[in-house]
T-cell receptor, first 112, second 115 residues
Framework: KAGVTQTPRYLIKTRGQQVTLSCSPI?????VSWYQQTPGQGLQFLFE???????NKGNFPGRFSGRQFSNSRSEMNVSTLELGDSALYLC???????????FGSGTQLSVL | AQTVTQSQPEMSVQEAETVTLSCTYD???????LFWYKQPPSRQMILVIR??????QNATENRFSVNFQKAAKSFSLKISDSQLGDAAMYFC????????????FGTGTSLTVIP
C-alpha cells in the first residue's frame, strides 16, 4: 500500500507569490491534516479535513487555506507569501480522526 | 492550550546501550493520548510508541518503552539496546481524546548513536 504522498518535494517562491501544496493520503484514509515545521517554532498544526469538511484549524492567518476533494486528496494554499512562511509542510492521514496518523515526507518551501 | 516540553535538545548513546528521552506536558484534560515520533533525515515522521492516558500500564514496543507518570505529567521514552538506525530527531506529542488529529509537539531531541 502506498504511503502518504506529498508533491512537490521542494519549492522555491518569492515574497508576495502564492503556492499550492498537494497531499495524497493512504488509500482508504479519509482524514488529512497539515503541519508546518520550522526550526524556530517547531511543528505546528495548520488544519484537519475529514470527508471534505474542515474539522479543526490551528492558529494561522487567513493566508493559509486548504481543501479536501471527494477522493480524499488535499491541497493547502498559502497566498501573499512572506519570508517567515519558509518551512517544511507535512501532511498526515488516518482512516478516521483519532486513529493512527501516518505522515508524508513533506514539502520544503523556501520563500526568497 | 496544551504545551509539550522536551528539555534535552541533544542526546547521545553508545550502540547497544540504553538511553532515556524526557518529555513533560501541561493540560487540564483528563483524557488524551501521548506519542513519541521519530524523524530521520528523510523527514518522514514515524510513530514509535503511543500511550493512552486512561491506561496505567506503560506502553512497550520491542526495544522502546515509556514511563508515563500522569500526576507528574511526565512521559519519557526509553530506548534499549540502541542501534545506529535509532539516530534521529525524536518528538514527544500530545493529542486530546476529543479534538481529532490536532497534535501538540515538543521541540524535539536529536539523538546520536555512537558506534
Amino acid at each position: 500500500k502506498a504511503g502518504v504522498t506529498q508533491t512537490p518535494r521542494y519549492l522555491i517562491k518569492t515574497r508576495g507569490q502564492q503556492v499550492t501544496l498537494s497531499c495524497s493520503p493512504i488509500s482508504g484514509h479519509r482524514s488529512v491534516s497539515w503541519y508546518q515545521q520550522t526550526p524556530g517554532q517547531g511543528l505546528q498544526f495548520l488544519f484537519e479535513y475529514f470527508s471534505e469538511t474542515q474539522r479543526n484549524k490551528g492558529n494561522f492567518p487567513g493566508r493559509f487555506s486548504g481543501r479536501q476533494f471527494s477522493n480524499s486528496r488535499s491541497e493547502m494554499n498559502v497566498s501573499t507569501l512572506e519570508l517567515g512562511d519558509s518551512a517544511l509542510y507535512l501532511c498526515a492521514s488516518s482512516s478516521r480522526p483519532n486513529e493512527k496518523l501516518f505522515f508524508g515526507s513533506g514539502t520544503q518551501l523556501s520563500v526568497l | 492550550a496544551q504545551t509539550v516540553t522536551q528539555s534535552q535538545p541533544e542526546m547521545s548513546v553508545q550502540e547497544a546501550e540504553t538511553v532515556t528521552l524526557s518529555c513533560t506536558y501541561d493540560t487540564s484534560e483528563s483524557d488524551y493520548y501521548l506519542f513519541w515520533y521519530k524523524q530521520p533525515p528523510s523527514r518522514q515522521m514515524i510513530l514509535v510508541i503511543r500511550q493512552e492516558a486512561y491506561k496505567q500500564q506503560n506502553a512497550t514496543e520491542n526495544r522502546f518503552s515509556v514511563n508515563f507518570q500522569k500526576a507528574a505529567k511526565s512521559f519519557s521514552l526509553k530506548i534499549s539496546d540502541s542501534q545506529l538506525g535509532d539516530a534521529a530527531m525524536y518528538f514527544c506529542a500530545y493529542r486530546s481524546a476529543w479534538v481529532g488529529n490536532q497534535f501538540y509537539f515538543g521541540t524535539g531531541t536529536s539523538l546520536t548513536v555512537i558506534p
